[in-house]
Structure formats: C-alpha cells, structure tokens
C-alpha cells in the first residue's frame, strides 16, 4: 500500500505557474505508475497526466499539453507537475494517484489504487 500528500496549490494569476508535488510513502513508490487527475466545482474528475515508472514515458491531456509537465525522482519518493502559462479554466482540485499495474501508464481513474488528498489550484483571470 502507498499514501501519497500532495502539496504545491495556491493562488495565482492567468499566465502564471505552480508546481505540485506528490510525496509518496513506502518503499516501492519506483514500482507504480503514477498519474495526476484534477476535478473543478460541478465537474467530473478528469486525466491530466501520467509517467510511467521510470519517468521514461508520459502523456497528457490535450488541454495541458505544452503547458503543464510530469516527473519524478524515485529517490525522493516524489512526483511533480509543473504548470505554467495557467489559464483559469485549470481552476481545480488536483490529485496524484497511483496505478494498479506497473507496466500499464493509462488515463483511466480506474486503472489507479491509490489516491492522495488533493491540492487546490485556482488561476484568477
């Protein structure tokens, strides 16, 4: 089992950037998948981006692609996301997860175990 804390939200202007970070516990953090997911008020929770567990593959939705990116540091049991050119529409609570399978990066919240508490992102216009 793994606990995952997200920390990194805030406040900040369109145009701006934030960078999140997942912190892990457990040893085989390396061994996971591991995705970020976001939900804005009346709305159903949405992909964003995933890595796979080497950090040598990602993917992301359309909507933050080129704008937003996922690593991690296996050493440090940590995964980020780094946000930049915000716009308020990625106006949301953001979520890391990790995956059920270590071979299978997927959008689909139901391929992940584990969920953290979630980080609240809003972009102002």
């Known amino acids: 089992q793994v606990q995952l804390v997200e920390s990194g939200g805030g406040l900040v202007q369109a145009g701006g950037s934030l960078r999140l970070s997942c912190a892990a516990s457990?040893?085989?953090?390396?061994?996971?998948?591991m995705g970020w997911f976001r939900q804005a008020p009346g709305k159903e929770r949405e992909f964003v981006a995933a890595?796979?567990?080497?950090?040598?593959?990602?993917y992301y939705a359309d909507s933050v692609k080129g704008r937003f990116t996922v690593s991690r540091d296996n050493a440090k049991n940590t995964v980020y996301l780094q946000m930049n050119s915000l716009k308020p529409e990625d106006t949301a609570g953001y979520y890391c997860a990790a995956g059920r399978d270590r071979w299978i990066v997927t959008t689909c919240q139901l391929d992940y175990a584990y969920w953290g508490q979630g980080t609240q992102v809003t972009v102002s216009s």
């Open positions: 457990g040893r085989t953090f390396s061994s996971y998948v």
């Open positions: 890595i796979s567990w080497s950090g040598g593959s990602t």
